[in-house]
């Protein structure tokens, strides 16, 4: 169920989206921080449509274009007159574009260009800033006589927080269009990733998801899980990082990778991290704009895998299966009616009052489509052929059952929605209708 707080976020979405069809607006910001994904680089002028304090982001547009963005309210300024926008922005000129990477862990950020001032955050190493300004502060000691080289920078971190930090343990560097790094002190270090044997071959591997391994082991070829499109894409051909699972599709332009530590990699100017565990398996971590993560495990599959095949011939599987359905003319019960599976996939069922409303909803009609959609448990292979899903015309319910094509004709057993998980039959209903047809 979802929680309250997700709910007020969807409605708050929804009731910005009212407002966004029309010329209303908050005014226009400056963009802090590069938008990688959507192709806007810190600097640019954008339009705000909504303001969310539940969901803590902003609904934003390019002046002009149609499509609209959600960002987190600390990546752009305030709203305000498009001339105040770009006035706020201007004191940030200096520095457009300019981002710094920790060397160390543990710089503090703090809240006055003072070593002495209160901290305000702590930057781990390989942590990305952006530079806003510099300002006078007071000179960072080493020793009792030697000034150490660099400036008081007031950085933005990601995450929102803002405060000063010392630029010596900063390698400093710009970026371009889509976030691509395109000068700076970590040139250096994305030109030996390059050189990097291993990340060479993670990023020219095929990558599907983790789940993939076991149910090929276990020939349970669901196929609303297997597809080829499910994946993790490096962006090394396609031009686009991918995580496409169930549920989940982020993306970012491929700008490449860098080696931050060992065995892991970030994608230049993307939320995208990666870990290789082995040659065979990696771990994907994305950041989400509220600064949580999300990680996801790929493997690879040996190279006498052919997934395509396979799931053609899963497909083939459960096409035959209703074909043999097809075959019989009808299918009668003297209790439960008559059952036509037609070619097409689509079925007539009269005379089924009996199993009305317990098995079969009174809004349903004597027609619709039937499918082979989940898979049997080992516990069911051996008693049961498959499992027919039928959705009636008139019903937004799909309606399940076990069943068994004999020589004298077919048994079914309707089944609830708590005997399947994962797509596979696990459990009985609990008080089953069985039901046997004649040919």
């Not at 607006?25 to 339009?47: H, R």
Request: aromatic share 12%; hydrophobic share 35%; charged share 25%.
């Amino acid at each position: 169920m979802k929680s309250i707080k997700s709910v007020l976020v969807v409605l708050s979405f929804a009731f910005a989206m009212t407002f966004t069809s029309c010329s209303r607006s908050l005014g226009y910001s400056a963009v802090l921080w590069d938008l990688p994904e959507y192709g806007i680089q810190d600097g640019q002028i954008v339009k705000v449509y909504f303001k969310s304090n539940i969901s803590h982001v902003y609904i934003i547009g390019l002046p002009g274009e149609s499509e609209r963005y959600e960002v987190p309210l600390w990546q752009i300024t305030e709203p305000s007159s498009k001339k105040n926008a770009e006035k706020t922005f201007s004191a940030y000129n200096e520095y457009i574009h300019q981002y710094g990477k920790m060397k160390v862990d543990g710089l503090p950020v703090r809240a006055e260009p003072v070593n002495t001032s209160k901290q305000v955050y702590r930057l781990h190493k390989d942590e990305v800033v952006k530079i806003l300004y510099k300002g006078e502060g007071q000179a960072v000691m080493v020793g009792k006589n030697e000034k150490l080289p660099g400036d008081w920078l007031y950085v933005l971190t990601e995450g929102g927080t803002k405060g000063w930090c010392f630029s010596y343990n900063l390698s400093m560097f710009e970026t371009g269009a889509n976030g691509v790094i395109v000068s700076g002190d970590v040139q250096e270090e994305v030109v030996a990733a390059n050189d990097d044997t291993i990340l060479e071959q993670v990023l020219n591997a095929k990558w599907y998801p983790e789940v993939y391994a076991r149910l090929l082991d276990e020939k349970q070829i669901d196929l609303e899980t297997i597809k080829l499109a499910y994946g993790f894409d490096t962006g090394i051909t396609s031009g686009k990082v991918i995580v496409n699972i169930p549920e989940k599709y982020h993306t970012a332009k491929y700008a490449g990778a860098e080696k931050i530590r060992d065995n892991t990699y970030q994608f230049i100017g993307t939320p995208f991290q990666m870990m290789v565990r082995n040659k065979n398996t990696i771990v994907v971590n994305y950041t989400l704009r509220d600064g949580s993560q999300e990680a996801y495990t790929f493997i690879t599959l040996p190279e006498d895998v052919d997934l395509a095949k396979i799931i053609e011939a899963e497909r083939t599987r459960r096409n035959n299966l209703l074909n043999e359905l097809f075959k019989v003319t009808s299918f009668n019960s003297q209790n439960y009616g008559q059952l036509v599976i037609n070619s097409g996939k689509t079925f007539t069922w009269t005379g089924y009052t009996l199993l009305v409303p317990d098995v079969i909803p009174s809004s349903a009609k004597g027609r619709g489509t039937v499918n082979v959609k989940y898979l049997l448990s080992k516990d069911f292979a051996s008693r049961y052929d498959g499992v027919l899903t039928f959705k009636f015309d008139g019903c937004s319910d799909e309606i399940n059952f076990l069943y068994k094509l004999t020589n004298e004709g077919l048994n079914l057993e309707n089944i609830d929605y708590y005997s399947i998980k994962d797509n596979v039959v696990i459990a009985r209903a609990s008080n089953p209708t069985v039901m046997f047809f004649n040919r």
